[in-house]
């Protein structure tokens, strides 16, 4: 159920912000990828429905819960990563912890700031252009030891610096150090 060459997660709506995923998705179909794409339904406006069809809809509260990004990611190849906002510096999806945390391979755009959250070619693959993403997919489907390399670094990372307990200390940290400015 779980296993494609390429899998995103995410909303194709009809809101500007996520419009371009439309392109970027018909392009992987074009260039003959086997494509699985789980999120909210398009709503049925006419405007709406994208000119192809790619995986299944899924209520976005199960993706969330884990069920079509840690159910197998095994059994992904390349995980999409398309963010909403690439303009804003370090603009991630939540995603990006859930999937690496989990094992997958994460192929992203690339972001101003992304190599302080992980390290491309490193711990996650980032591409600039989807040309760029398309010679990326091709070069590392064929290749499975380097995809799981990169994953098995991107999941210790993201196990050791990405997670709620390290947050909350980082939130406390700063929680504290601006009170002591306050009170001095």
């Not at 197998?72 to 804003?88: E, F, H, K, W």
């Not at 945390?101 to 959250?117: D, M, P, T």
């Not at 947050?167 to 009170?183: A, F, H, K, P, Y």
Request: net charge positive; aromatic share 10%.
């Amino acid at each position: 159920m779980f296993s494609s060459e390429v899998t995103f997660v995410g909303n194709l709506g009809s809101k500007a912000q996520y419009l371009s995923r439309r392109d970027c998705l018909k392009r992987i179909l074009d260039e003959g990828f086997y494509l699985k794409w789980w999120g909210p339904k398009i709503p049925w406006k006419i405007s709406n429905i994208p000119s192809y069809t790619a995986g299944s809809a899924v209520p976005m509260e199960e993706v969330c819960l884990g069920r079509g990004t840690c159910q197998d990611s095994s059994a992904l190849s390349i995980y999409l990563g398309l963010d909403s906002m690439p303009c804003v510096r370090k603009s991630v999806s939540e995603r990006i912890y859930i999937a690496v945390g989990c094992g997958a391979f994460y192929l992203c755009q690339h972001v101003e700031g992304i190599e302080e959250v992980m390290k491309p070619d490193r711990e996650i693959v980032t591409f600039r252009s989807y040309d760029e993403m398309v010679d990326k997919i091709s070069y590392y489907l064929p290749r499975k030891e380097q995809r799981k390399a990169i994953s098995e670094e991107g999941r210790a990372r993201v196990l050791k610096d990405h997670t709620y307990s390290v947050r909350i200390r980082q939130m406390i940290s700063i929680i504290t150090s601006v009170l002591g400015d306050v009170e001095k």
